[in-house]
């Protein structure tokens, strides 16, 4: 797959102790790294059981090369 520097929009916070994102589209933007792959529809599943209970998968709307696409992100359920 390829990465490619994108701009999404919502509130940085902690959660378990990490940084953790969470999606608000009146928030401010950030810098962030999307992953374009084909093989990623295969490995969700994998990487929903590596992220856990306390993150959920969303689909959010990312800025890249000046147009907007929509990309899953991983957030904090409880950030703080």
């Known amino acids: 797959g390829e990465w490619y520097p994108c701009l999404i ?41 590596f992220e856990g209970s306390e993150y959920e998968r969303l689909v959010i709307p990312a800025r890249v090369s000046g147009r907007w696409v929509m990309a899953q992100i991983y957030a904090g359920k409880n950030v703080e």
């Open 9 to 49: 929009r919502g509130r940085m916070g902690t959660y378990l102790g990490f940084k953790s994102f969470r999606y608000d589209p009146q928030g401010p933007e950030y810098q962030a790294w999307m992953l374009e792959s084909a093989d990623l529809p295969r490995i969700i599943p994998e990487l929903d059981d």
